[in-house]
């Protein structure tokens, strides 16, 4: 188990940085591709990097587990992203939408002895202070103005599928290969997206603007694989209560990037809400004397 020291070296502390990231790829990419449609380039884009890498440098493939290992990336791909970006795309506003996938870390802790793990009473307090912490740095950009059922329905399926495929990949196949598993995952994702979109969507309805290209780069380079990458470093080595606790630092990321990049306001009450988010985090991960 990590000590604290080790979730505040570069690792965790990269990570936080690219997921945070990916709201903000939603706020330049939306815009200009359905939201299936920009996920199956994003996935195809993947593979067509790591795939001949693979290929070339000959990386094991995790045999007898690659059924497990394409469950957990359908539940942590396909499903936590077609269920974020979709309910964005049906008028979810961003910051209810951080709230509610937020939960992750208290859904993950509820289930932990289902694959052997224990949550101390601290830890507890500390998942309660993220999560204070997170509603605090939102507060301000929740509204109910346009929310429909089925925005808050593809929500909440995101959230229940990435705690999921979180616990799942933590308890049936934490070991395996980064290159082929990811290019299994992205893969099994891409075959399941895809009917959905052919059916709901039309790729003539991709506009192939800058800021689009740059979005799904990004997307691509920095949080599919850069970001995948260090997750699934840190589900290998920690308990999924404290990899998913680095979440909580996620939604006062995005919104710091937000006010430098768009001038979005940040207030004082924001700012409370990262220290307490951060103090949260802190009492989870921290070891024991």
């Not at 999560?131 to 593809?154: E, N, R």
């Not at 997206?193 to 780069?217: C, H, K, M, N």
């Not at 006010?259 to 009492?283: D, I, K, P, Q």
């Given at each position: 188990?990590?000590?604290?020291?080790?979730?505040?070296?570069?690792?965790?502390?990269?990570?936080?940085?690219?997921?945070?990231?990916?709201?903000?790829?939603?706020?330049?990419?939306?815009?200009?591709?359905?939201?299936?449609?920009?996920?199956?380039?994003?996935?195809l884009g993947v593979l067509a990097i790591l795939l001949p890498l693979v290929?070339?440098?000959?990386?094991?493939?995790?045999?007898?587990?690659?059924?497990?290992?394409?469950?957990?990336?359908?539940?942590?791909?396909?499903?936590?992203?077609?269920?974020?970006?979709?309910?964005?795309?049906?008028?979810?506003?961003?910051?209810?939408?951080?709230?509610?996938?937020?939960?992750?870390?208290?859904?993950?802790?509820?289930?932990?002895?289902?694959?052997?793990?224990?949550?101390?009473?601290?830890?507890?307090?500390?998942?309660?202070?993220?999560?204070?912490?997170?509603?605090?740095?939102?507060?301000?950009?929740?509204?109910?103005?346009?929310?429909?059922?089925?925005?808050?329905?593809?929500?909440?399926?995101?959230?229940?599928?990435?705690?999921?495929?979180?616990?799942?990949?933590?308890?049936?196949?934490?070991?395996?290969?980064?290159?082929?598993?990811?290019?299994?995952?992205?893969?099994?994702?891409?075959?399941?997206?895809?009917?959905?979109?052919?059916?709901?969507?039309?790729?003539?309805?991709?506009?192939?603007?800058?800021?689009?290209?740059?979005?799904?780069?990004?997307?691509?380079?920095?949080?599919?694989?850069?970001?995948?990458?260090?997750?699934?470093?840190?589900?290998?080595?920690?308990?999924?209560?404290?990899?998913?606790?680095?979440?909580?630092?996620?939604?006062?990321?995005?919104?710091?990037?937000?006010?430098?990049?768009?001038?979005?306001?940040?207030?004082?009450?924001?700012?409370?809400?990262?220290?307490?988010?951060?103090?949260?985090?802190?009492?989870?991960?921290?070891?024991?004397?």
């Amino acid at each position: 188990m990590p000590k604290t020291a080790s979730f505040l070296s570069p690792i965790p502390l990269f990570f936080v940085f690219l997921w945070s990231t990916g709201f903000i790829v939603a706020k330049f990419g939306l815009p200009y591709a359905p939201p299936l449609s920009f996920l199956l380039l994003r996935f195809l884009g993947v593979l067509a990097i790591l795939l001949p890498l693979v290929l070339l440098m000959r990386a094991p493939w995790p045999t007898g587990k690659i059924k497990q290992v394409a469950l957990a990336g359908l539940l942590m791909q396909a499903g936590y992203l077609a269920g974020v970006w979709c309910a964005i795309k049906l008028g979810m506003p961003a910051g209810l939408t951080a709230l509610m996938v937020g939960m992750q870390p208290i859904l993950t802790a509820m289930a932990a002895p289902l694959i052997g793990e224990k949550v101390r009473p601290r830890q507890w307090l500390g998942l309660l202070f993220g999560l204070g912490g997170v509603a605090l740095v939102v507060y301000a950009k929740i509204t109910l103005v346009g929310l429909s059922w089925q925005a808050i329905a593809l929500c909440l399926f995101a959230l229940l599928s990435i705690t999921a495929g979180t616990m799942y990949q933590r308890r049936y196949c934490p070991q395996f290969d980064l290159r082929t598993g990811t290019v299994i995952q992205f893969a099994a994702s891409f075959v399941v997206i895809l009917p959905f979109a052919l059916y709901f969507e039309s790729f003539t309805d991709i506009q192939w603007t800058v800021r689009f290209v740059g979005a799904l780069a990004w997307s691509v380079l920095a949080l599919s694989i850069g970001a995948i990458f260090l997750l699934f470093a840190l589900i290998r080595r920690s308990d999924a209560t404290q990899v998913t606790s680095l979440l909580y630092l996620t939604p006062p990321t995005t919104a710091i990037m937000a006010w430098l990049m768009f001038g979005e306001a940040f207030s004082l009450l924001g700012a409370a809400g990262m220290a307490l988010a951060v103090l949260g985090v802190v009492f989870v991960v921290k070891q024991p004397r």
